[in-house]
C-alpha cells in the first residue's frame, strides 16, 4: 500500500475516540510511521486496538503499517484488519479508501474498488479530494475494460485538478473525447501546477 494509505490517512480527519491514550497512541503510531517506523507503528495501532477495540482507525492504520513492513505477509492478514475496521463502521473513509486499494491494487479484484471509491465520493465533501478519488477510480475502469468511464472519470477529475499524468493518460487514451470538448482542450494543453496522490 506505501505511501498512498499513509499521505490519505493524512488528509483525512478521523475521530479516535474519548480516551487519551488511545488518541495519544494513533498520534505517536502516525509519527512513527512518517519516520519510516512502521513495525514501531504497527505496535502503537496494537495498543491502541487493546485499549479500545471499538474503533475502525487503527485496524486500518494497522494493515497499512504491516503491508508497508513486510513484503511476505501477504494479504489475507492485511484484508482481515480492513474488513474488522468496515465491520465497525462502513463510513471510516480511511478503510473504504484502503479496501478499495488492497483490492485492487493486490487481489485485482476491480469491481470491488469502483464500488468502494464510488461510495467514498459519496461520503467526502472536498472537492479536490474527489478528484482524486475519481482519478484512482478511473485506473479501476481501465483495467475492467470499461474506457468510457475510466475517460469519464478522468475528464472529471481534469476538471477540479492539474496533474501531468492524468493529462498524458487522457490524451493517450481518450483523444477522440477532446475533439468535441474545447473546455477541456484548453485544460489539457495548461502546464502542471498541482500534484495530489494518484495511485498509478
Known amino acids: 500500500m506505501k505511501q498512498a494509505i499513509l499521505i490519505f490517512s493524512i488528509l483525512?480527519?478521523?475521530?479516535?475516540?474519548?480516551?487519551?491514550?488511545?488518541?495519544?497512541?494513533?498520534?505517536?503510531?502516525?509519527?512513527?510511521?512518517?519516520?519510516?517506523?512502521?513495525?514501531?507503528?504497527?505496535?502503537?495501532?496494537?495498543?491502541?486496538?487493546?485499549?479500545?477495540?471499538?474503533?475502525?482507525?487503527?485496524?486500518?492504520?494497522?494493515?497499512?503499517s504491516i503491508a508497508q513492513n513486510c513484503a511476505d505477509c501477504g494479504s489475507d492478514t492485511v484484508l482481515t484488519l480492513l474488513n474488522k475496521a468496515y465491520e465497525l463502521d462502513s463510513t471510516d473513509e480511511l478503510t473504504i479508501f484502503n479496501l478499495?486499494?488492497?483490492n485492487g491494487r493486490i487481489l485485482n479484484n476491480y469491481g470491488k474498488p469502483i464500488d468502494y471509491y464510488s461510495k467514498l465520493i459519496e461520503l467526502t465533501t472536498d472537492l479536490d479530494t474527489i478528484a482524486m478519488i475519481k482519478a484512482n477510480r478511473a485506473n479501476m475502469f481501465m483495467r475492467s475494460g470499461d474506457t468510457s468511464s475510466y475517460c469519464s472519470d478522468l475528464k472529471a477529475a481534469l476538471e477540479q485538478i492539474e496533474h501531468e499524468q492524468l493529462r498524458n493518460n487522457y490524451l493517450i487514451n481518450c483523444h477522440e473525447y477532446i475533439e468535441t470538448d474545447l473546455n477541456l482542450k484548453v485544460l489539457l494543453d495548461s502546464n502542471n501546477r498541482v500534484d495530489t496522490i494518484i495511485q498509478e
Request: proline share 5%; charged share 20%; aromatic share 8%.
Open 100 to 102: 478499495a486499494y488492497v
Open 12 to 64: 483525512l480527519i478521523s475521530s479516535c475516540g474519548n480516551h487519551s491514550g488511545h488518541n495519544e497512541l494513533i498520534e505517536l503510531g502516525e509519527q512513527a510511521e512518517l519516520n519510516g517506523n512502521f513495525q514501531e507503528a504497527a505496535d502503537y495501532y496494537k495498543q491502541a486496538i487493546k485499549i479500545d477495540p471499538s474503533k475502525p482507525k487503527p485496524y486500518s492504520l494497522l494493515a497499512g
